[in-house]
C-alpha cells in the first residue's frame, strides 16, 4: 500500500526528466504529477489517503467530475506515469510512478477536482505556503485541534497570522501546534526571486489592513511598504483570509 512516505519519496522521478527545454505538455505533465504530490501534504490528507486504499472499492471510478480540460489533463498524467512504471529506467522508478498513479486515483475517485484545481492556482501564483484554517487566538486553534475529529496532517494553519504546524498521530491520539518558520524561509526565497515593489504605501499597520480588506477582487499577493517597511500582502482565497506579513521577519533566512 502507498504511504504518506512513499509519496514523498515520488519526487526523483519527476526531477529526473524536469529539462528547462521540455516541451510545453511534458512540463504541463510532470507539473502536474508534482502538485498532486504536494495537494494530499498540503491540506493534510495522510490518514484518508491511506484509509482509501484499505476500501474494497477504491479502484471504483466516480461519475466524470471538474472541467473537461482538468480530467484529460488527468488522462494524460496518468498514461505517462503507467508507461513510467511499466517502462521503467530503475527498479525505484516503478515504485514512484505508482505512488504519483495512487495520488492521481484518489484525488479523482474522491471527487477533488476543484479543490486541486485552486491548488494548481496557487502553485502557478507563487503563493505562500498553504494553509488549512486561520485563528485570532493560540486557545481557539487549539480547541479546534482538540475537538476535530478527523484533523488535518500534515498541513499549517495560521493563529494571530502566523504559521503553525498541525501534528496529529491516529494512534497515540497526539495532537500539537508547534510554531512553523515556512513562512520565513518563503519570504526570504522570495525576496531573492524578485524586488519588493510596493503597488502603495501607507503609515500605519491599521491604514494598511484597512486598504486591503476594501479589495472587492484582491490579488493572491501584493507588496506594500508600512511605516516605511516593505509588507507582502496576501489574501488565502481557500479560507477567506486576508493578512500582512512583514519581510523583516524573514531576516536570517
Excluded: C
Aim: proline share 8%; net charge negative; hydrophobic share 40%.
Amino acid at each position: 500500500m502507498t504511504s504518506l512516505s512513499d509519496l514523498a519519496d515520488a519526487h526523483p522521478v519527476i526531477g529526473k526528466r524536469w529539462r528547462l527545454d521540455q516541451p510545453p505538455e511534458q512540463a504541463r505533465i510532470l507539473g502536474l504529477a508534482r502538485d498532486a504530490l504536494d495537494f494530499l501534504f498540503a491540506t493534510g490528507q495522510r490518514y484518508a489517503f491511506e484509509d482509501f486504499f484499505k476500501e474494497r472499492d477504491s479502484h471504483h471510478r466516480p461519475p466524470p467530475a471538474g472541467s473537461a480540460e482538468l480530467r484529460e489533463s488527468l488522462d494524460r498524467t496518468r498514461r505517462f506515469f503507467e508507461k513510467l512504471r511499466d517502462e521503467p529506467d530503475s527498479a525505484e522508478e516503478v515504485a514512484q510512478s505508482q505512488a504519483i498513479l495512487d495520488a492521481l486515483r484518489y484525488i479523482d475517485s474522491t471527487g477533488q477536482h476543484d479543490a486541486f484545481a485552486a491548488f494548481q492556482e496557487h502553485v502557478a501564483a507563487n503563493s505562500p505556503p498553504f494553509v488549512v484554517a486561520s485563528f485570532d487566538r493560540l486557545e481557539d486553534a487549539e480547541a479546534w485541534l482538540v475537538s476535530h475529529p478527523h484533523p488535518p496532517d500534515p498541513a499549517n494553519v495560521l493563529v494571530a497570522d502566523k504559521y503553525h504546524h498541525v501534528v496529529y498521530d491516529r494512534d497515540t491520539n497526539i495532537r500539537r501546534l508547534p510554531r512553523s518558520r515556512d513562512l520565513e524561509h518563503y519570504l526570504a526565497e522570495l525576496a531573492r526571486q524578485e524586488h519588493p515593489v510596493a503597488v502603495a504605501s501607507f503609515e500605519t499597520r491599521e491604514e494598511a489592513e484597512a486598504w486591503w480588506r476594501t479589495q472587492a477582487e484582491p490579488a493572491r499577493r501584493a507588496w506594500v511598504r508600512v511605516g516605511g517597511e516593505p509588507h507582502l500582502a496576501v489574501y488565502h482565497p481557500n479560507i477567506h483570509h486576508r493578512a500582512l506579513y512583514p519581510l523583516s521577519i524573514a531576516s536570517g533566512y
